[in-house]
């Protein structure tokens, strides 16, 4: 089943259900995906008993929700399809990183895959997106990049984020700030008592 045959909405579900099933290794639940999606529990019921009947998800106990094959081959074509316009709107049009999701959630169900295919190839077939997921091949293979959650870091030591979720604008923000102070602070230029000021104003804190 092409993405094309379903309904934006459809599409949505598919993707989403994988994403929490990407970022989070418990399984997925009706609630979870309610909370996800911003909808009511009882919506998100509704719209899977339709999923459920187009052979697109199961629900193998009570609130579990799981992608078919098929669902899964939709909701990957979707991830590509986003993930390829995020590169493009940071790399080429000079979107900010907290700007692109919310872009790329409007322009994928409008895009045809050979608009796509131009796309990849006219950024050199990146292999991640600019928060660092794993951008799908065009055969929905994925290789994700091995990595561990910061809060699993339990001992000081030097570590370098590779990826970060892109569902808090606010914290992509902060993130790009702290980013640009960290290279002002590396800048040889930068005399002692401003090092000292940038400093100060960063703090990481893991809860």
């Known amino acids: 089943?092409?993405?094309?045959?379903?309904?934006?909405?459809?599409?949505?579900?598919?993707?989403t259900i994988w994403r929490l099933g990407e970022w989070e290794p418990e399984r997925v639940t009706t609630t979870s995906l309610a909370a996800r999606m911003?909808?009511?529990?009882?919506?998100?019921?509704?719209?899977l008993k339709k999923l459920t009947a187009q052979g697109l998800v199961t629900r193998p106990s009570y609130g579990v929700v799981e992608l078919t094959e098929q669902g899964r081959d939709?909701?990957?074509?979707?991830?590509?399809?986003?993930r390829i316009l995020e590169m493009f709107l940071a790399t080429e049009l000079g979107y900010s990183w907290d700007e692109i999701h919310d872009e790329a959630e409007v322009l994928e169900?409008?895009?045809?895959?050979?608009?796509?295919?131009?796309?990849?190839?006219k950024l050199g077939h990146p292999s991640e997106d600019p928060h660092?997921?794993?951008?799908?091949?065009?055969?929905g293979v994925i290789t994700p990049a091995p990595?561990?959650?910061l809060a699993d870091v339990t001992h000081p030591e030097p570590v370098r984020v590779t990826r970060v979720s892109d569902e808090s604008p606010e914290t992509l923000r902060v993130l790009a700030e702290a980013e640009q102070m960290l290279d002002r602070m590396e800048d040889p230029g930068v005399g002692d008592?401003?090092?000292?000021?940038?400093?100060?104003?960063?703090?990481?804190?893991l809860a």
Do not use: C, N, W
């Open 132 to 139: 660092g997921d794993a951008i799908p091949s065009r055969d």
């Open 147 to 149: 990595a561990v959650p």
């Open 38 to 47: 911003g909808l009511a529990a009882s919506t998100v019921s509704e719209a």
């Open 74 to 82: 939709v909701a990957v074509h979707m991830v590509r399809r986003h």
């Open 193 to 205: 008592e401003e090092f000292h000021a940038l400093d100060a104003q960063f703090h990481l804190h």
């Open 109 to 121: 169900h409008a895009v045809t895959d050979r608009f796509i295919d131009r796309l990849d190839a």
């Open 1 to 15: 089943m092409h993405p094309a045959e379903l309904s934006p909405s459809t599409q949505d579900y598919l993707k």
